[in-house]
T-cell receptor, first 111, second 112 residues
């Protein structure tokens, strides 16, 4: 069955460092992959979409890579700030393009 | 304000009861999706509508049903409620199928 794994349920890093979050998937051949941010008690917020023919995508301090051979996406936040503390979710489309979300990685940026 | 409106924000009800959650998608978005998020689980996909038609079903219980109306708003009906149905229920919408969802702020359902 299709599976999405986001390793390390929680990640603590020091302010100013680069946070790297991992999303691995099995039994998918996605045309694209998305990353979302969720704050406690709030709905997820869309951050980035990367397509299968794109190796890397950037948006301000965010960078996403997508390796369809390894079936893995890496999500980087450079120069991290305490305001970046949240849960980050990766998501893949199903057969009807409904999104299935990973369980998320809770990032805490320590001042 | 994301542009996706969910009502009510909070709902407390007893076991065995029936409730209706409402979602108004962002203007121009034809797709509506419903998700359930429990404390110990991630976002679970329930059901998807596109321009009034059901497009995909996920792990939605038979006690739950949904519909999308001609004005594109959607309702999620939960009946014969059980304690385990307590969760945050999110609605999301998108312009195109599966791309860049905009989520509402959710309805927190507590079944007592």
């Amino acid at each position: 069955s299709q599976k999405i794994e986001q390793n390390s349920e929680a990640l603590n890093i020091q302010e100013g460092k680069t946070a790297t979050l991992t999303c691995n998937y099995t039994n998918y051949s996605p045309a694209y992959l998305q990353w979302y941010r969720q704050d406690p008690g709030r709905g997820p917020v869309f951050l980035l979409l990367i397509r299968e023919n794109e190796k890397e995508k950037r948006k301000e301090r965010l960078k996403v890579t997508f390796d369809t051979t390894l079936k893995q996406s890496l999500f980087h936040i450079t120069a991290s700030q305490p305001a970046d503390s949240a849960t980050y979710l990766c998501a893949l489309p199903g057969s009807a393009r409904q999104l299935t979300f990973g369980s998320g990685t809770q990032l805490t940026v320590l001042p | 304000d994301s542009g996706v409106t969910q009502t009510p924000k909070h709902l407390i009800t007893a076991t065995g009861q029936r409730v209706t959650l409402r979602c108004s998608p962002r203007s121009g978005d034809l797709s509506v999706y419903w998700y359930q998020q429990s404390l110990d689980q991630g976002l679970q996909f329930l059901i998807q509508y596109y321009n009034g038609e059901e497009r995909a079903k996920g792990n939605i219980l038979e006690r739950f049903s949904a519909q999308q109306f001609p004005d594109l708003h959607s309702e999620l009906n939960l009946s014969s409620l059980e304690l385990g149905d307590s969760a945050l229920y999110f609605c999301a919408s998108s312009v195109d199928l599966g791309v860049g969802y905009t989520f509402g702020s959710g309805t927190r359902l507590t079944v007592v």
